[in-house]
């Protein structure tokens, strides 16, 4: 089970932080991600760790960080300088066979967590 927090309203320029922990498994040998979805949209990818290595969406690189922590079995986004554009509903998720060419593909995971809403202020 994946459970995510953190997600507000912010301004535009702001800054928040996600968490997500996993409870009854671990992750350290699986991809783990974080993906949004805005009204109207299809679920896009943000951002993904796999194996220590950081993979980041083009719309949100320089802005966003992601980080693992193994021993806690969680896993956190990091989000600076929001735009309004990053407003969606954010999920993290668990992937135990994604490999590096479908990191970034929503079908790709297999395990959710139910979402965080952000929303980011004009």
């Known amino acids: 089970q994946l459970q995510a927090s953190g997600g507000g309203l912010v301004q535009a320029g702001g800054s928040l932080r996600l968490s997500c922990a996993a409870s009854?498994?671990?992750?350290?040998?699986?991809?783990t991600g974080w993906f949004r979805q805005a009204p109207g949209k299809e679920r896009e990818f943000v951002a993904a760790?796999?194996?220590?290595?950081?993979y980041y969406a083009d719309s949100v690189k320089g802005r966003f960080t992601i980080s693992r922590d193994n021993a806690k079995n969680t896993v956190s986004l990091q989000m600076n300088s929001l735009k309004p554009e990053d407003t969606a509903v954010y999920y993290c998720?668990?992937?135990?066979?994604?490999?590096?060419?479908?990191?970034?593909?929503?079908?790709?995971?297999?395990?959710w967590g139910q979402g965080t809403q952000v929303t980011v202020s004009s």
């Open positions: 760790v796999r194996r220590g290595v950081t």
């Open positions: 998720a668990i992937g135990d066979r994604t490999i590096l060419t479908t990191m970034r593909d929503p079908r790709a995971y297999e395990y």
């Open positions: 009854g498994r671990t992750f350290s040998s699986s991809s």
